[in-house]
């Protein structure tokens, strides 16, 4: 799968910047930012990203419930969320994959490695659909 386009929906300015960074270096320029679980879905139909990178811990609502909706939305269940965040106990990998994540990267993460990451993620989930 190519990725053209990502909706990172980050609260914390050094992260957005380290992600977009990344992904910028490996051809992806288009990196939209949404700082909490409100804004994502009020903007994702406007922006129409190819995956969904989330952070759990956010104001307003937090990305648990921001991926429920997304998921319960016809216009947005297909388009794949990918959780990014230090919430990485078990219950909470859990409890974002119940959510709808397809999976559950952990801050911190590689820099160099966050684009193959996501990739990976989506070829598992291509693969398990054919």
Request: aromatic residues 4%.
């Amino acid at each position: 799968m190519t990725i053209t386009k990502v909706l990172l929906v980050e609260d914390d300015p050094d992260i957005q910047k380290v992600v977009r960074m990344s992904l910028k270096m490996r051809g992806i320029h288009d990196v939209a930012v949404a700082s909490n679980g409100e804004e994502c879905l009020a903007t994702v139909a406007e922006v129409k990203p190819d995956v969904i990178l989330l952070d759990v811990m956010m104001p307003k609502l937090d990305g648990y419930e921001t991926c429920r909706r997304l998921k319960a939305n016809p216009e947005t269940r297909a388009i794949p969320v990918i959780f990014l965040t230090a919430k990485a106990q078990h219950f909470e990998v859990k409890r974002g994959l119940e959510a709808g994540g397809l999976g559950y990267l952990i801050k911190p993460f590689d820099p160099m490695t966050l684009h193959e990451q996501i990739l990976s993620l989506l070829e598992k989930q291509r693969t398990s659909r054919d």
